[in-house]
């Protein structure tokens, strides 16, 4: 009975402790050298619950760790606690730090004094076993012009793991180029690993910049050799880095200015375009410089150029001719980074469409851009291009009545009679009939075979000659209305009707795809999938919501859509609906 109340009694004890718990606070060093960490260790008397309050540490120090332990000891009978949290500390000021009074469970520890002493001399001529250099390739750069930023960390300490800030600035575009380099190098005699970081950054406004300094946040592998004492074969194993105890520590480079200038005052007005050097290219298909009328011909704008973000290369319209029809299709860019710079490249098509027979001298494109490293305005150019178009060699084709494929009827099974090759012909009457002895076991013979030889091509052609309405009537289900829509839609289009062109057009869409039809001339477009439909579908949809009349010209789209092939389908497809031109 006895030894029952001592379980109880001892955690009544441990409670009654807690109620006259001591919580005190204490640094492991309290002097140290600036860019080194700190140890803070929080002791509470009993099995504490929560957590204390550090707030009051974070306006002049930044907490880089933070861990807990409890320890419960009996000795003679007698129960005692502790836990501890053990916080690692990094200073954000240089010179005496006082450590504010910290509360737990209404108890309050005493404050603290911290000296951080700055470093007198630079790092690599101290040899330190770690430290940062940053640079900028310009300081004096011109407003959106590449600026290469580059950040080198030195350590020649064993690291259990590190994080290096990323360049923070307002009002700019920040690129990072490449992968991070590593390599090694000497300082003042002492070698060192380098890993090199770099930075592309493109000031968006003149003015005053300041670079933050880049900071790392490490843990470095603090060696036992020392009091290793005589070499033993186990003290390898126990004093390898994965046993060995580590230090965070946190390093800060040097802060970089930049004073960037406004454009300069020639180059106030137009593009504006700062680059390293820049090429502008095109391509046509087809490469002929003789087309005919409603021919589509596909341009290709492309500009590169070096030291430019992607996102600021222009995108390039040329004016359009009184003999053309334009359609550009929306840009595309890239952008390759080496730790050297930036490549980007740009993109952009145009349909050509030739509305009337002549000669066409499509104007030059220019593009002004300032050479960086020149220092200086260019201009590049792509030269003036003659086209000739000619009339169409089936311009007479485009009515109604001419362009529509007329579906080949089915006759009836009884009046098509095939006629096999080489089929034996009937021997013509006489006036003297054939004597009965001249009919002989072979004229049997053959006659029979040639009766079982027609016989095989009347079943098999049955087999395969398409069926009549008759027969299957889910093949031409709707045969009149997709006839209908489709004269409909190229009536429209000769006639130069907008809104009786849209509605053929979603008539027709309807029986070509009865399942999921389009309900917009968007969705028409997205189901062709074909370019100048596209082009040809936007400028209908645009000219439907013009105020007074439209000018409309449907001629395009009429012969593009008479050039469209056959919907593919599979063999399991039985689809009753035949394509625009069957």
């Not at 470095?220 to 060995?244: A, E, K, T, Y």
């Not at 001719?321 to 490249?345: C, H, N």
Request: aromatic share 6%.
């Amino acid at each position: 009975m006895t030894q029952s109340f001592i379980p109880l009694l001892l955690i009544l004890t441990l409670f009654t402790t807690q109620s006259w718990a001591e919580f005190s606070a204490q640094l492991k060093r309290d002097t140290i050298q600036e860019g080194e960490s700190v140890q803070l260790i929080l002791q509470s008397d009993g099995q504490a619950s929560g957590e204390p309050d550090t707030t009051p540490l974070l306006q002049q120090f930044e907490i880089l760790g933070n861990s807990r332990s409890s320890q419960v000891n009996i000795i003679n009978g007698k129960m005692s606690a502790r836990t501890s949290w053990n916080l690692t500390l990094s200073p954000k000021l240089i010179g005496t730090i006082t450590l504010p009074a910290l509360e737990f469970n209404g108890e309050h520890s005493a404050p603290l004094t911290l000296k951080v002493h700055p470093v007198e001399t630079t790092s690599a001529e101290q040899g330190s076993p770690l430290f940062i250099e940053s640079s900028v390739d310009l300081k004096t750069p011109y407003i959106q012009q590449m600026v290469h930023y580059r950040v080198q960390l030195f350590y020649r300490a064993k690291l259990a793991e590190g994080s290096l800030s990323d360049p923070q600035l307002e009002n700019t575009l920040i690129q990072r180029l490449g992968e991070d380099r590593e390599f090694t190098t000497k300082r003042n005699g002492v070698g060192y690993r380098v890993v090199e970081r770099n930075y592309a950054l493109f000031p968006q406004q003149s003015g005053r910049y300041t670079i933050p300094a880049p900071v790392l946040d490490a843990r470095i592998i603090q060696s036992n050799n020392s009091s290793r004492g005589p070499r033993h074969p186990l003290n390898d194993l126990f004093n390898s880095g994965r046993f060995n105890s580590t230090q965070a520590v946190r390093i800060r480079g040097e802060a970089q200015t930049l004073n960037v200038r406004p454009r300069p005052p020639s180059q106030q007005r137009g593009e504006w375009l700062p680059a390293q050097a820049l090429q502008l290219s095109e391509q046509w298909l087809p490469e002929e410089e003789e087309v005919e009328v409603g021919m589509p011909l596909s341009r290709t704008l492309i500009i590169e150029a070096e030291g430019v973000a992607g996102t600021m290369l222009p995108d390039l319209t040329p004016v359009a001719d009184a003999g053309f029809k334009l359609y550009p299709e929306p840009a595309t860019q890239e952008s390759s980074a080496t730790s050297e710079g930036m490549i980007s490249k740009k993109v952009r098509k145009i349909a050509y469409i030739p509305t009337q027979a002549g000669s066409f001298t499509l104007p030059a494109v220019t593009l002004q851009w300032w050479n960086s490293r020149k220092n200086r305005m260019e201009v590049a150019t792509l030269p003036s291009k003659t086209i000739t178009v000619v009339a169409a060699v089936n311009a007479a084709a485009n009515s109604p009545e001419n362009s529509i494929e007329q579906p080949k009827s089915i006759a009836p099974a009884a009046v098509v009679t095939p006629q096999p090759q080489r089929t034996p012909q009937p021997i013509p009457p006489t006036t003297q009939p054939l004597p009965t002895e001249r009919i002989t076991l072979w004229h049997w013979t053959t006659l029979l075979f040639a009766l079982l030889w027609l016989l095989t091509l009347l079943l098999s052609w049955r087999r395969r000659r398409p069926q009549s309405p008759s027969e299957k009537p889910d093949l031409n289900s709707e045969p009149s209305s997709c006839k209908a829509a489709q004269k409909q839609l190229f009536a429209a289009c000769n006639n130069n009707h907008p809104q009786q062109a849209r509605a053929a057009l979603l008539e027709w869409a309807a029986c070509r795809w009865p399942d999921e039809p389009p309900t917009g001339l968007g969705a028409l477009a997205q189901r062709l999938d074909h370019p100048i439909l596209s082009a040809l579908l936007s400028e209908l949809d645009q000219a439907l919501y013009q105020q007074g009349e439209s000018s409309w010209d449907g001629a395009p789209l009429h012969q593009h859509l008479r050039q469209l092939p056959k919907e593919k389908r599979s063999k399991t497809d039985t689809s009753p609906l035949q394509p625009l031109y069957p």
